[in-house]
C-alpha cells in the first residue's frame, strides 16, 4: 500500500492551513487547493530514498530535496521567515527597500518575496559567486551590488550595513535573527518527522550557510528522535569550528573581520568567513554528535554521482552534505536510517567547477552517434546535412 503522508493545503497569507493526507506521488491528485501566492509554496519539500547505485548495503539513505521550493533552494524559508517577521514587528511598510548581504540563494529568495510583496530589493553580494545567480537577483527585480572578491563575505556584510545606515532601508541580518532558525524549527524539523513517522531516523546530516536549518531543524529532530546522530557537515578547508576559534563581534552579532581559519573553497552558500552568530548560538553540545570535513573534489563528485545515477540534480553544497552522510553510511549499524539535505539546484552553478568538464559542443561518441544516421547531421569541419 502506498505511505501516506501529510500535506498542507494552500491557504491566505496569514491564514491557518487546513491538512489532509494523501499517497505519496499521488498523481492527478492536485496539490487539494489554490495557493493565494508564491510564498505559500515554500516548503513540504520531499524526502527522497537514495538507491543502491550510491547507498552501501544494509541501511537506508534518503534526501531531502529543498530544491523543491519555487526559487529552488532551502533559502526561501529564510527569506519568508524574515520578511513576515518584520512585517509582524512592524520593521516593514509598503514602499521600504529591503537589503541583504548573500552568496546567492538568499538574495534570489529575499528578491522572490519582495517582488511578491512589493518592497524594493538591494543585494550585496562578493564577485567570486556565479554570475547565474546576479541575473536571477535581477530578473526578480532586485539591484545587485557587487563587493570585490579580496573583501570576501564580511565585505558584502559591511558593504549592507552601509548602505542601510545611509539610506535607512531595512537589513535582513540572515546570519543573526533569530526567525531564521525558529522557521526551520516549526517548518523544517516537523516535516522530516512527519515524513519519517514509519521509521526512526538514525542519523541526520546537514552542513551549514547561516546555521538556521542545523540550529532550528536540529532542535526539532532532537525532540522527535532523542537518539539520532546529527552530523554536521563544513569545507575541510575552510575549517571554522574546528579550529574551535571563536568569531569576534560586534554589537548587533555581525562579525567584526574575518576568521582566520577561513580559506577559499568551492562550496558555495557553505562556511562564510565568519561563524554566523545563529550558528553560534545553537546548543552545539545537544545538537552536534559530529563535525564532519568536507573535501571540496569530493562534494563536486558526489553532486554529479547523484545526477547521474538518481536523478537528482544539486549543488555542490548538496554534494558535500550527500558525501558526509554516504560516508557515515559506510560504518553505521545495520539498519540506520540516515537522511541528507540537499540544499539547492544544480542549475545555479552552470558556471561553477560543478559544471567545468560539462561541455556544450558534441564529444567523439556524441559525433559517433549523429554518424550512425544518414541526416541531419552538424559535425565540426563539415557542413551541415539535412536530409541524406
Not at 21 to 31: I, L, S
Not at 57 to 79: H, I, M, Q, T
Not at 338 to 352: K, Q
Amino acid at each position: 500500500a502506498a505511505r501516506t503522508a501529510r500535506a498542507f493545503a494552500p491557504a491566505l497569507h496569514g491564514a491557518p492551513r487546513m491538512t489532509r493526507t494523501f499517497a505519496v506521488a499521488g498523481r492527478g491528485e492536485g496539490m487539494g487547493g489554490l495557493f493565494a501566492d508564491v510564498t505559500a509554496m515554500v516548503g513540504n519539500t520531499p524526502v527522497v530514498k537514495i538507491s543502491d547505485k550510491l547507498a552501501p548495503p544494509g541501511v537506508e539513505v534518503y534526501a531531502k530535496c529543498e530544491f523543491f521550493n519555487p526559487l529552488s533552494s532551502v533559502k526561501d524559508r529564510l527569506a519568508v521567515a524574515i520578511i513576515e517577521d518584520a512585517e509582524a514587528k512592524g520593521l516593514l511598510k509598503p514602499g521600504d527597500t529591503v537589503v541583504e548581504a548573500t552568496s546567492g540563494n538568499t538574495g534570489i529568495a529575499v528578491a522572490m518575496v519582495c517582488a511578491q510583496r512589493g518592497y524594493d530589493c538591494v543585494i550585496c553580494m562578493a564577485e567570486p559567486f556565479s554570475v547565474e545567480r546576479r541575473k536571477l537577483m535581477r530578473m526578480l527585480g532586485a539591484k545587485v551590488i557587487v563587493t570585490p572578491k579580496a573583501g570576501k563575505g564580511t565585505g558584502m556584510v559591511r558593504k549592507a550595513e552601509e548602505l542601510c545606515a545611509e539610506h535607512g532601508w531595512f537589513l535582513c541580518h540572515q546570519f543573526e535573527t533569530e526567525a531564521n532558525w525558529k522557521f526551520h524549527e516549526k517548518t523544517t524539523g516537523p516535516e522530516i518527522v512527519n515524513d519519517f513517522h514509519d521509521k526512526t531516523l538514525t542519523h541526520w546530516v546537514t552542513g551549514y550557510g547561516t546555521g538556521g536549518t542545523f540550529h532550528g531543524a536540529g532542535k526539532a529532530l532532537k525532540a522527535a528522535f532523542p537518539d539520532v546522530k546529527i552530523v554536521l557537515a563544513e569545507p575541510e578547508a575552510a575549517g571554522l569550528l574546528a579550529s574551535g576559534i571563536p568569531t569576534e563581534r560586534n554589537d548587533d552579532g555581525s562579525p567584526k573581520s574575518s576568521h582566520p581559519a577561513f580559506a577559499a573553497h568551492p562550496i558555495q552558500g557553505w562556511t562564510p568567513d565568519f561563524v554566523p552568530l545563529v550558528l553560534e548560538q545553537a546548543p552545539m553540545d545537544h545538537l552536534m554528535d559530529e563535525l564532519f570535513p568536507i573535501p571540496g573534489d569530493k562534494a563536486v563528485a558526489t553532486a554529479k554521482a547523484l545526477a547521474q545515477t538518481q536523478g537528482l540534480l544539486t549543488g555542490i553544497s548538496g554534494g558535500g552534505t550527500m558525501y558526509a552522510a554516504l560516508e557515515t553510511a559506510k560504518t553505521a549499524e545495520p539498519g540506520s536510517v540516515i537522511l541528507a539535505m540537499l540544499p539547492d539546484t544544480g542549475e545555479r552553478y552552470l558556471s561553477t567547477p560543478l559544471f567545468a568538464d560539462v561541455q556544450a559542443d558534441m564529444d567523439q561518441d556524441e559525433i559517433d552517434i549523429a554518424l550512425s544516421t544518414p541526416s541531419f547531421q552538424l559535425i565540426p569541419g563539415h557542413d551541415p546535412v539535412l536530409q541524406a
